[in-house]
């Protein structure tokens, strides 16, 4: 249980050109879905916070308008990366939290399940 | 401010012997406290948490984690080390900020078990 998929994989893809990724939760609804960014041989970067039907809630330092993030539904989230530039260029990994419910109550303990990632290559 | 920290870029054992990833971390309150493991090009792999209750929590692959709260500390370890163990570990706290369940984590540290 708690599978979480990426897709693309990886992607290649020309200077000022859009794309988008997605998240999805296999088996189990996510409320809450995190993008992350990762450089190579560093630790992750959270760059937004999406709950399923509002809006994201972006990290400091992180561009709303080049990065789009959409939860429409409690399965899947999508990460746009808007006029990708080579600088764009890096490791991208969404997570996804659920509820339990332990002893009549929500519990937000729980642990967040990553995706497999995405590399985006912008030449 | 919350944070948490991974004092070794890289630690090396040699396969069968025991190891240690350490963490340190620094909250107001109760932490809550997570392992992860990556494998290259890979995303995070959950291994364990600490919530509450017993200070030694077991996870998978056989590794466990001690939390103690006099030395804020929650150091991965494992009594005898695969080949297979060689990756990099993160550890994370849950930050108390929001209620969205946001993690903070360290900067990682790679682990080479050599056989």
């Known amino acids: 249980g708690a599978v979480v998929s990426q897709h693309p994989s990886r992607v290649i893809c020309k200077s000022g050109t859009s794309v988008k990724i997605e998240c999805r939760s296999l088996?189990?609804?996510?409320?809450?879905m995190f993008w992350y960014r990762q450089f190579p041989k560093q630790s992750l970067m959270l760059m937004a916070t999406?709950?399923?039907?509002?809006?994201?809630?972006?990290e400091q330092g992180v561009e709303k308008d080049k990065f789009l993030i959409n939860h429409a539904s409690l399965t899947l989230s999508t990460l746009t990366v808007t006029s990708a530039h080579p600088e764009d260029s890096s490791f991208y990994i969404c997570?996804?939290?659920?509820?339990?419910?332990?002893?009549?109550?929500?519990?937000?303990?729980?642990?967040?399940?990553f995706g497999p990632g995405t590399r985006l290559t912008v030449l | 401010a919350q944070s948490v920290a991974q004092p070794e870029d890289q630690v090396n054992v040699a396969e069968g012997n025991p190891l240690t990833v350490k963490c340190t971390y620094s909250v107001s309150g109760n932490p809550y406290l997570f392992w992860y493991v990556q494998y290259p090009n890979r995303g995070l792999q959950f291994l364990l948490k600490y919530i509450t209750g017993d200070n030694l929590v077991k996870g998978s692959y056989g590794f466990e984690a001690e939390f103690n709260k006099s030395q804020t500390s929650f150091h991965l370890k494992k009594p005898s080390a695969l080949v297979s163990d060689s990756a990099l570990y993160f550890c994370a706290v849950r930050s108390l900020s929001g209620n969205t369940g946001k993690l903070i984590f360290g900067q990682g540290t790679t682990l080479q078990v050599k056989p």
């Open positions: 997570s996804a939290r659920s509820w339990e419910i332990k002893q009549g109550q929500y519990s937000s303990y729980n642990e967040q399940f």
């Open positions: 999406s709950n399923e039907g509002s809006k994201a809630t972006y």
């Open positions: 088996d189990f609804q996510a409320t809450t």
